[in-house]
Nanobody, 114 residues
Framework: QVQFEESGGGLVQPGGSLRLSCVVSRSIYSVYTLAWYRQRPGGQREWIAA???????KYVASVLGRFTISQDNTKSTVYLQMKRLKPEDTAVYFC????????WGQGTQVTVSS
């Protein structure tokens, strides 16, 4: 059973924007705090943004003010709006529970390059 299905990645120039989407299995969506993670080339997977059922959000410093996490309860979908993208944002992006992660989806590749 697919639990997390990410989409929306692509190639974008520095300073550009992208919106990622993650469809979450309904059995997970309404129960847990959800998060976006990324794995940069040669690096470890790290969480970058999280949102709970009340809509409270938190971010790591490197994306604060540039990325916005949101959710659509009617679609069991979590979004990551990314603005003012930088080359160092190049990574595969995943969504999952905020802690005690479940199986990973395939992720979506974001490449920031001129």
């Amino acid at each position: 059973q697919v639990q997390f299905e990410e989409s929306g990645g692509g190639l974008v120039q520095p300073g550009g924007s992208l919106r990622l989407s993650c469809v979450v299995s309904r059995s997970i969506y309404s129960v847990y705090t959800l998060a976006w993670y990324r794995q940069r080339p040669g690096g470890q997977r790290e969480w970058i943004a999280a949102i709970n059922g009340s809509g409270d959000t938190k971010y790591v410093a490197s994306v604060l003010g540039r990325f916005t996490i949101s959710q659509d309860n009617t679609k069991s979908t979590v979004y990551l709006q990314m603005k003012r993208l930088k080359p160092e944002d190049t990574a595969v992006y995943f969504c999952n529970k905020f802690a005690s992660v479940l199986g990973w989806g395939q992720g979506t590749q974001v490449t920031v390059s001129s």
